[in-house]
């Protein structure tokens, strides 16, 4: 592991709606730049269906800076779990759908550092946002961001159809 990252950041959210639903949002990568703070936009550059092995390009911000990365998709368990690792940092990201009820559903994203995080990496978090914790503090923010905003995609749908 490489110390100072955090191997697990996680947040998660309770959502008045079909899980199905709920699945069907986040299994798509393209939808992420309705919901991140950090992605503008996401790339999938591989054909045919999402699934283990698809690969995606995502531009990203943070405050006045923009990056891209690169990501492909480790797991993939339809209606469960959609997760993706980030080339150049090695870590995984991941959204775990789980029933709580008829129509409500539990969503989590989860950062995990299964590899640690690249040494560049962690200079570059220590440059531009002063710490390792202080960068990671932005994640766990923008997790709550990406959160509410699915929640309220999924609700007003769920909502709508009542």
């Known amino acids: 592991m490489t110390p100072n990252a955090s191997p697990v950041i996680e947040e998660d959210a309770l959502i008045d709606a079909d899980p199905d639903d709920v699945w ?3 299994a798509d990568p393209r939808a992420m730049s309705r919901w991140s703070p950090q992605v503008l936009r996401t790339r999938v550059t591989t054909q045919g269906p ?29 209606g469960v779990e959609f997760a993706i690792k980030i080339r150049e940092n090695r870590t995984v990201w991941s959204y775990r759908v789980e029933p709580v009820s008829s129509g409500t559903s539990r ?10 995080v690249s040494r560049i990496a962690l200079r570059l978090e220590r440059l531009f946002w002063r710490s390792v914790p202080r960068f990671e503090s932005r994640l766990r923010a923008g997790m709550r961001t990406t959160l509410s905003r699915i929640k309220r995609e999924c609700e007003r749908t769920a909502h709508a159809r009542d």
């Open 107 to 116: 969503l989590a994203i989860r950062r995990e550092t299964p590899d640690g």
């Open 24 to 26: 069907r949002r986040v």
């Open 50 to 78: 999402v699934g283990v092995g698809t690969r995606m390009r995502n531009l990203n911000r943070g405050g006045l800076l923009l990056w891209t990365t690169h990501a492909q998709v480790v797991r993939f368990d339809p």
